[in-house]
């Protein structure tokens, strides 16, 4: 009965290196999301995830994100050259298909490039 | 594409006060209004949605929304705050035929004593 977990809680990495995000979503949940969540916005649409489909990377900001989803399941969200502006908190969210379906988050990972 | 626009950065109520937090949203298609609540360091947490049927939705900790086409609206209320209602709300938006699911900036809800 677990939720959505995600790894690490806080990174703390320098400006030029690349970080590694990890989600495990809900068993038997064939959709995930991506979103990012910076300091007094709300939250930015990045990727999303829909069984076998071809992802949904519309709202990826640039070429240095990138995400997988291996097996239908656990995904990792990639941010290559980090640069300061990426400091944000990643939040993962899967759900059982698209739309109307209701999203369950995980608790965040607290990137902080510096 | 849909969007959502949450009025007030900050609402501040008393404890027992009515709690009402505004959400405006835009929608060429009928849209899924969602409101989550955000307590700190945590992820968010679904408090109600409406998808179809009927416009007064209830959800968890007393909450409730009413969805009003006509004034492309979706305000989160409860009767009564309580402290432990202090978070942060987001309302959000989604479409049948839409992956991207917009969220609104968030309101701050403060519950003084």
């Known amino acids: 009965g677990a939720g959505v977990s995600q790894s690490p809680s806080n990174k703390v990495t320098e400006k030029g290196k690349d970080v590694e995000l990890r989600c495990d979503p809900i068993?038997?949940?064939?959709?995930l999301y991506w979103y990012r969540q910076s300091l007094g916005q709300g939250l930015e649409f990045l990727i999303y995830?829909?069984?076998?489909?071809?992802?949904?990377k519309s709202g990826l900001p640039s070429d240095r994100f990138s995400a997988e989803r291996t097996g239908g399941s656990v995904s990792t969200l990639t941010i290559q050259r980090t640069q300061q502006e990426d400091s944000a908190v990643y939040l993962c969210?899967?759900?059982?298909?698209?739309?109307?379906?209701?999203?369950?988050f995980g608790p965040g990972t607290r990137l902080l490039v510096l | 594409a849909q969007s959502v626009t949450q009025l007030g950065s900050h609402v501040s109520v008393s404890e027992g006060a009515l709690v009402l937090l505004r959400c405006n949203y835009s929608?060429?298609?009928?849209?899924?209004l969602f409101w989550y609540v955000q307590y700190p360091n945590q992820g968010l947490q679904l408090l109600l949605k409406?998808?179809?049927?009927?416009?007064l939705v209830k959800g968890i900790n007393g909450f409730e929304a009413e969805f009003k086409k006509s004034e492309t609206s979706f305000h989160l209320t409860k009767p009564s705050a309580h402290m432990s209602d202090a978070a942060e709300y987001f309302c959000?938006?989604?479409?049948?035929?839409?992956?991207?699911?917009?969220f609104g900036a968030g309101t701050r809800l403060t519950v003084k004593p």
């Open positions: 969210a899967s759900s059982t298909g698209q739309g109307g379906k209701t999203q369950y």
């Open positions: 068993s038997g949940h064939t959709a």
């Open positions: 995830f829909q069984g076998n489909s071809a992802p949904d």
């Open positions: 929608s060429s298609v009928p849209p899924y």
């Open positions: 409406y998808t179809t049927g009927a416009t």
């Open positions: 959000a938006v989604i479409t049948y035929n839409n992956n991207d699911m917009r």
